[in-house]
């Protein structure tokens, strides 16, 4: 259930007055799922190699030659 001075605020905004509040929910709950998941994995890897003093002399430096993508 939504507090009631959360769903006015949300009511009061420009882009649900025009879209519609499911809408804007809809995309508010996918891109919260999509930073978990990202979350969920970062969390991962970093369990997976905690500990480990490093992957070794062949990868030195990679960091600054790799690009990630952007988000």
């Keep these: 259930m939504f507090d009631e001075d ?3 605020q ?3 905004d420009e882009e649900v ?3 519609g509040r ?3 929910l809809r995309r ?3 891109a919260y799922l999509e930073r978990r998941r990202r979350a969920l994995i970062a ?3 970093k369990n997976a190699y905690a500990g ?3 992957i070794g002399e062949d ?3 990679w960091e600054e030659v790799g690009e990630w993508p952007s988000e």
């Design 6 to 8: 959360l769903l006015a």
């Design 10 to 12: 949300l009511d009061a």
């Design 17 to 19: 007055k025009e879209k």
């Design 22 to 24: 499911s809408a804007v």
């Design 28 to 30: 508010a709950t996918a």
């Design 43 to 45: 969390d991962g890897y």
């Design 52 to 54: 480990q003093e490093g």
């Design 59 to 61: 990868f030195e430096g």
